[in-house]
């Protein structure tokens, strides 16, 4: 079940990037588990990965072979069904081979070919399965190609992720297109999902990896379903340089701060994508941490509320049980936290204030604001100017269901 409208497709075209699916039966027959994203030449590409450290082989590999590739990768292949993490050795090997089996077909070095997992943990990858489908994956190439692709990569999810962005600079037509995977296995520590987004922009390759960074930042670590941090993240961000406008090269470029303002919101779009479609939600929950010291502390508050069994089963229930926000805020972390100061609000009801129930509030009210689909957790700290987001969905049955019979 997932909440709220899902992506517009079809995703507009981005020039320099054709994507191409194929069935290859790697877990399931009959669905597409294998895209490759074919990257013009002088592409170049910026990576964002996991930082678990039992991150899976094709995590591995891919850092290794973007190196080795100076930042200009041909070809991103992509696989379904089976995350090769936790298999060691062979995991490495058989990554490898999908790479070259690619390269071989496609006339580019091996290094040349970042490669990308996701599906069950600790099994052997079905090497002979990927690469038989490599064929159709290349015959079916097409720039128009990212609403498939968009299916292709996804596991649990029950709808494909997309969108897609213009903006103008020099007077010329930019766009922005992305996909992203993720419903279960979601927490930040660079973020529990695949995402591929491209544009035709010419960006240099130092302002593209830190505009990258940024653009993670303020999306893909803000969510969190349950807490976990996948083996397998991995966010990449190809400029193909094919639009028609000066290079951007200095930061402080005017141009760079447009651009950066356009890609931070569509990564925002996609990442919520991913919380509204999580695994078992049916309810989409921001919670707005202001009035803190420093930013990192109203995170620390926001992601105390946002993944506290507690809170995310009474959301699941629509019961507005203040206290167990007003707990959660307390074993948050922060020093010298005056509980007088702080105030909770949902969907604009204040609930308490002064560090108990506000005198205001009336269970009917809290009930209304439970009730709803989307819903705003507003916690004041009451102790500065800095202020953090955090996106999440509730705990349901379905949840424990869906994760319960993963490998079934």
């Known amino acids: ?25 790697i877990r399931k027959p009959g669905r597409r588990d294998v895209v490759i994203l ?3 030449p002088g592409s170049r590409v910026a990576g964002s990965f996991t930082r678990n450290a039992f991150c899976a082989a094709p995590v591995t590999v891919a850092r290794e072979y973007l190196g080795v590739a100076g930042g200009e990768p041909r070809f991103l292949l992509v696989n379904t069904g089976n995350a090769n993490a936790g298999t060691g050795e062979q995991g490495l090997r058989a990554a490898r081979e999908s790479c070259a089996a690619l390269a071989a077909l496609a006339g580019v070095p091996a290094s040349a070919v970042l490669p990308f997992s996701t599906g069950v943990i600790g099994e052997p990858l079905p090497v002979e399965r990927l690469v038989a489908g490599l064929p159709e994956a290349l015959a079916t190439l097409d720039i128009a190609g990212w609403d498939l692709a968009a299916e292709g990569i996804m596991t649990t999810d029950t709808r494909p992720k997309g969108a897609s962005r213009e903006l103008m600079l020099d007077g010329v037509a930019v766009t922005l297109s992305g996909i992203a995977k993720g419903a279960g296995m979601i927490k930040p520590d660079m973020a529990t999902m695949l995402c591929f987004v491209a544009t035709d922009a010419l960006i240099a390759q130092p302002l593209l990896d830190a505009a990258l960074c940024r653009a993670v930042d303020v999306s893909f670590n803000a969510i969190t379903v349950d807490g976990d941090t996948s ?27 447009v651009f950066e303002s356009v890609l931070s919101d569509l990564f925002v779009e996609l990442a919520q994508a991913i ?82 129930r506000d005198p205001g509030y009336t269970e009917e009210a809290g009930q209304r604001a439970m009730a709803a ?13 800095a202020a953090a987001t955090v996106w999440t969905s509730d705990l349901s049955h379905d949840y424990v269901r869906i994760n319960a019979e993963y490998r079934s």
């Open 231 to 257: 083996t397998n993240d991995a966010c990449m961000l190809v400029a193909t340089g094919q639009a028609a406008h000066a290079q951007i090269s200095d930061s402080t470029d005017p141009r760079l701060a």
């Open 1 to 25: 079940m997932a909440v709220g409208a899902a992506s517009r497709f079809p995703l507009l075209p981005v020039a320099g990037v054709r994507l191409g699916s194929a069935h290859a039966g």
């Open 275 to 356: 919380i509204r479609d999580a695994e078992g939600a049916t309810k989409f929950v921001a919670v707005a941490v202001s009035g803190g010291r420093d930013r990192a502390e109203c995170r620390r508050v926001a992601y105390a509320v946002a993944e506290s069994p507690l809170v995310k089963t009474a959301l699941f229930a629509s019961d507005p049980n203040w206290g167990r926000i007003l707990a959660a805020t307390g074993r948050a972390g922060v020093d010298e936290l005056d509980v007088a100061g702080v105030a909770v609000t949902l969907n604009g009801v204040r609930i308490a204030s002064a560090g108990a």
């Open 38 to 40: 074919e990257l013009a």
């Open 373 to 385: 689909e989307e819903i705003e957790i507003a916690i004041a700290l009451g102790r500065g100017d």
